[in-house]
């Protein structure tokens, strides 16, 4: 007896923005890391200049992410609609 094949799922990739935004928060938390061990230990309690900039870089990171995460649903939002159609034997 044949079994029906399930219906393939469209390969999603991730976004290249939200790669870009991921890497970004990588690099700001790893320059925030030294920042809070080697600039943290010179300066007193205070924050520094370039602990706020670290904290900026990982702000960036995660609106390019979020941006990139927006754009590819926005981009696929149409597409959903025409394969929601196409599958009238779906168990939903």
């Known amino acids: 007896m ?16 939200t790669k870009l935004g991921a890497a970004t928060i ?5 320059f925030d890391l030294s920042e ?3 600039a943290s230990a010179a300066s007193g309690a205070s924050f520094s200049a370039g602990e706020h900039a ?9 609106i ?11 981009r696929h939002s149409g597409r959903a609609d025409r394969l929601k159609g196409s599958a009238r034997h779906a168990v939903r």
């Open 36 to 38: 809070h061990s080697f």
């Open 54 to 62: 670290a904290h900026l870089v990982v702000l960036v990171g995660m």
């Open 64 to 74: 390019l992410a979020l941006a990139g995460v927006i754009a590819d649903g926005v």
């Open 2 to 17: 044949a079994h029906p094949t399930p219906p393939r799922r469209p390969d999603r990739s991730i976004p290249r923005l």
């Open 26 to 30: 990588a690099f700001g938390l790893v």
